[in-house]
């Protein structure tokens, strides 16, 4: 069983563009039940927990945290 763990959503600009219905019924179609959303933000949750339950798959959200280390004498 093949499982994404690090799924970019439309809400991360940067990354991705794309939205959640489009993706939950791609997974469907090929049989996956679970995923993993790694976002840089968090707006998008709701609605990414609404639609994967209509679609029947497991979600589990994560939060992409990159560091910044700032060099406060420059």
Same mark, same amino acid.
């Given at each position: 069983?093949?499982?994404? !763990?690090?799924?970019?959503?439309?809400?991360? !600009? !940067?990354?991705?563009?794309?939205?959640?219905?489009?993706?939950?019924?791609?997974?469907?179609?090929?049989?996956?039940?679970?995923?993993?959303?790694?976002?840089?933000?968090?707006?998008?949750?709701? #609605?990414?927990?609404?639609?994967? #339950? #209509?679609?029947?798959?497991?979600?589990?959200?994560?939060?992409?945290? #990159?560091?910044?280390?700032?060099?406060?004498?420059?």
């Amino acid at each position: 069983m093949y499982y994404n !763990l690090q799924v970019h959503s439309a809400y991360d !600009l !940067l990354n991705s563009t794309i939205k959640y219905e489009s993706l939950f019924l791609k997974l469907a179609r090929d049989n996956q039940k679970s995923v993993v959303i790694v976002d840089p933000n968090m707006y998008g949750a709701i #609605k990414a927990h609404k639609e994967s #339950k #209509k679609a029947g798959i497991n979600l589990i959200q994560g939060l992409e945290v #990159k560091p910044r280390i700032w060099n406060w004498f420059s």
